[in-house]
């Protein structure tokens, strides 16, 4: 029974997939519940069956004390024997069943199933966010928000069917059986639930506010915490771990704050709670004794007044917390909203096409890009590299190589001009086709918090075990790899390299990254700063293999160190976004313009990034 139910949806089935998710609150959560909505209607269905039959017990206990009270105790059973017997079946065949199949749908094929279905499908959203999207906001807080956004709206969803549908059919059901009973009866409970309504009214029209407000705290918290420990390497060594804890109790401060405004509604809620239920206990059961005292109700009818009351009394309060625990969960959904309901700006176009296989030819034509300003950033950037050849791209810290590079690798669009690649405009072609073409290693090689083999696997995942390690002997990682071993007693290239690869030294990511690289092939290679982290021995031992990877390869190499460089078919000289020198090394020195002024400044091999005076 369980799987069967389990099974009734499938939270990884194919959806239609929008770059523009609806952004109010009940259109989103329309959307991530419609292939829940039969088993909703079932639920609700059965939410109201089981109420009945708790309000038909209530009843039957009036019929039952009249009963008893009008009858011979030595000719009960004979009597009436076998309805006590039909009733007894019921309360322990029937009720079971109905009970069974009511939480058995909320809990086994509602509530596991839509938390991984939301979970699944903000991931995926998530994943297809531009890089200039991530680099705005904490990794931590979208993380968060990913996390307890589908448990939030589990929790709402289990809410409306386990209070509030529950409550309401059974509010029905209690006016219903008291008019039966006496209609006056009813006056006194009509009173409470108008009492009862306001309060809740009230309450949700704060609860849902504070409940957003608390959460946003409670993200900047985490955001703030995970900033430090991701960063933990530079807390301790600029020794800023006071520094560190004022920064994260200030967003702890204010998470209290906000959680103290939520729970002062909750304080003001069961208050008012407790006089209003007082009132229905006296007004409906005095009411109802009043009746019975002057002939007017039996004691039954006392009898089901009095249970009705108290078990609504007992019952107010799990309800309100009910509702107040389902708004609070509309705020934290609301919240999660700011991240899983924002569009995907950097999309394909509608008509996009694979990037054809060819020799890796790259023209840009008139390239701006200034990230939305009115200055800085590319101005006019016009540049062929020919199939084949390999580029240095050389300039001051901020001139924009890094910048020219996340363009032809589409993380950003670009503003005005072009970028083509053997005769496709890549703003014409598919993403993950445009970057399947080229293979990078950057400065900072981060790594997956995954083993060696997959991080290396990251370039081509259907490449063999040979493949994987003639590309780590190829980095010259190899040998290392086989020495490694990570607290779980993986050794090799199965043992896993930490966050970012912190279990690492910079050389060694830097290795790894390069066999990543290798392992991919691709026809056009970026080299931002591919040796930067790498110290001279293993820089030397490893220049043959870098130019080995690029032999038949389209090369565009960054570098303040120009000894790496020098040897490339050409040097690209790029300064205030534009490029100003373009030649030979031998060449470039022979002008004596800026490139030459940067070759005498090297101290060390490296540029000197300041302005020539």
Not at 51 to 57: D, H, K, M, Q, S
Not at 126 to 149: C, K, P, Y
Not at 316 to 331: D, E, K, P
Not at 341 to 349: C, E, F, R, S, Y
Request: proline residues 3%; hydrophobic residues 45%.
């Amino acid at each position: 029974m369980f799987r069967y139910l389990e099974n009734l949806i499938d939270p990884y089935a194919d959806y239609p997939v929008t770059d523009r998710p609806p952004t109010k609150l009940w259109p989103f959560l329309r959307e991530y519940c419609r292939p829940f909505w039969r088993v909703f209607t079932l639920t609700g269905i059965m939410s109201v069956v089981v109420a009945a039959v708790e309000i038909w017990l209530i009843g039957y206990l009036g019929r039952l004390v009249d009963v008893l009270t009008s009858s011979d105790p030595s000719t009960f059973w004979d009597e009436n024997g076998a309805e006590m017997t039909l009733i007894a079946l019921f309360l322990l065949l029937v009720r079971p069943v109905l009970q069974m199949v009511d939480v058995g749908l909320l809990n086994n094929a509602i509530m596991p199933n839509l938390g991984t279905l939301i979970r699944w499908r903000a991931h995926s959203h998530v994943l297809r966010q531009s890089v200039g999207w991530f680099e705005n906001d904490f990794a931590g807080r979208i993380a968060n928000r990913i996390m307890q956004t589908p448990p939030a709206a589990g929790e709402a969803v289990f809410q409306v069917f386990d209070a509030i549908a529950y409550s309401t059919a059974y509010a029905i059901g209690a006016v219903l059986l008291l008019s039966s009973s006496d209609p006056r009866l009813a006056i006194p409970l009509l009173v409470w639930l108008v009492l009862y309504g306001w309060l809740v009214k009230w309450t949700v029209k704060r609860v849902g506010p504070a409940s957003k407000a608390a959460s946003d705290a409670r993200s900047a918290v985490t955001g703030r915490v995970v900033d430090s420990y991701t960063n933990i390497h530079s807390v301790k060594m600029f020794a800023h771990t006071k520094g560190e804890q004022d920064y994260a109790k200030e967003a702890i401060e204010k998470s209290r704050q906000t959680f103290q405004v939520e729970m002062r509604i909750y304080t003001c809620m069961d208050v008012a709670l407790t006089l209003i239920n007082g009132f229905l206990v006296v007004a409906v059961v005095g009411w109802a004794i009043w009746l019975w005292s002057a002939s007017a109700a039996t004691v039954g009818v006392v009898a089901v007044a009095s249970s009705l009351v108290l078990r609504l009394s007992a019952m107010t309060g799990w309800i309100m917390w009910a509702l107040a625990s389902f708004f609070h969960n509309l705020g934290i959904v609301a919240e999660g909203m700011e991240t899983i309901a924002q569009p995907i700006t950097l999309v394909d176009a509608p008509d996009a096409e694979l990037l054809k296989a060819g020799p890796g030819r790259i023209a840009i034509k008139s390239l701006v890009h200034r990230y939305g300003r009115d200055v800085g950033g590319l101005e006019g950037i016009d540049l062929v590299i020919e199939p084949g050849q390999k580029i240095g791209l050389v300039g001051r810290s901020g001139a924009g190589k890094s910048t020219l590079v996340k363009l032809l690798l589409r993380f950003y669009d670009i503003e005005q001009g072009a970028i083509e690649i053997d005769g496709q405009n890549i703003a014409h072609v598919t993403q993950d086709s445009l970057r399947a073409r080229i293979g990078m290693v950057q400065q900072d090689s981060s790594l997956l918090h995954r083993s060696v083999r997959d991080n290396i696997l990251y370039g081509r995942p259907d490449a063999s075990e040979d493949d994987v390690i003639n590309a780590a002997k190829q980095a010259e990682a190899h040998d290392f790899i086989l020495d490694l071993e990570d607290p779980k007693g993986n050794a090799g290239y199965a043992a896993e390299v930490g966050e970012r690869g912190v279990k690492l030294s910079g050389g060694q990511r830097q290795r790894i990254a390069l066999a990543r690289v290798i392992l991919k092939d691709a026809p056009i290679l970026v080299l931002d700063e591919a040796t930067s982290a790498l110290d001279s021995e293993v820089e030397a031992a490893i220049q043959n293999t870098l130019y080995g990877m690029m032999e038949g390869k389209t090369v565009i190499a960054i570098a303040h160190r120009l000894s790496t460089i020098a040897r490339m078919d050409r040097i690209v000289v790029i300064d205030d976004g534009k490029i100003v020198e373009d030649g030979t090394h031998d060449a470039l020195l022979a002008a004596g313009g800026l490139y030459a002024n940067f070759w005498g400044r090297q101290s060390g091999g490296f540029i000197n990034t300041k302005a020539a005076e």
